[in-house]
């Protein structure tokens, strides 16, 4: 279908054209069930927070008055994602996941857009330290360097994926960004 792998190399000559960067290797795409991106994602917080860091983290949270009682993060930010993430990109497999193929092509494209991107920023910058927290400390020891790194990367996605969007729906031109 256009509104997915198929369309994947369409849309990574046109993200090149977009951020004025060659992929320097294909990217893989598949389908993955939910239960598997659970596991990844489970994965990644035990890797950021570490052992009690989740817990230690919202205690801090609920001390500063940012929360009003305590919350397991971990239950929470797993149902936020189960519901909400339509796709996304593994720097340690340097893949690209659909988790929700139910919806129309167009926005399909557009969240494949978005992960795609993050292969590029991966093949260029590599992601790997950044999003896994490689050779930084916990979460819970360095939160700001950690949410700093994570909104870069996803705030430069999400550039990219909107100028790829609103190009793709209004017809417009794709100059490279600086």
Not at 157 to 170: C, D, P, Y
């Amino acid at each position: 279908a256009e509104g997915s792998m198929a369309g994947a190399r369409r849309i990574c000559r046109e993200l090149e054209e977009i951020r004025g960067l060659r992929f320097k290797r294909e990217v893989d795409v598949a389908t993955e069930s939910m239960e598997s991106f659970r596991k990844y994602v489970q994965e990644g917080l035990d890797k950021q927070f570490g052992g009690a860091g989740a817990t230690n983290f919202v205690a801090a949270l609920v001390k500063l008055g940012a929360f009003k009682e305590s919350i397991d993060l971990s239950a929470v930010v797993l149902s936020m994602l189960e519901t909400q993430a339509a796709a996304h990109y593994n720097p340690d497999t340097q893949t690209c996941a659909l988790l929700m193929t139910n919806m129309p092509a167009k926005f399909l494209d557009m969240f494949l857009s978005h992960e795609l991107y993050h292969a590029l920023q991966d093949q260029w910058y590599d992601l790997k330290p950044v999003l896994l927290m490689d050779n930084v400390p916990a979460m819970c020891d360095n939160g700001d360097l950690a949410f700093a790194r994570q909104a870069l990367v996803e705030g430069d996605a999400t550039l990219v994926m909107t100028l790829w969007f609103t190009g793709r729906e209004a017809g417009g031109t794709r100059s490279p960004i600086l």
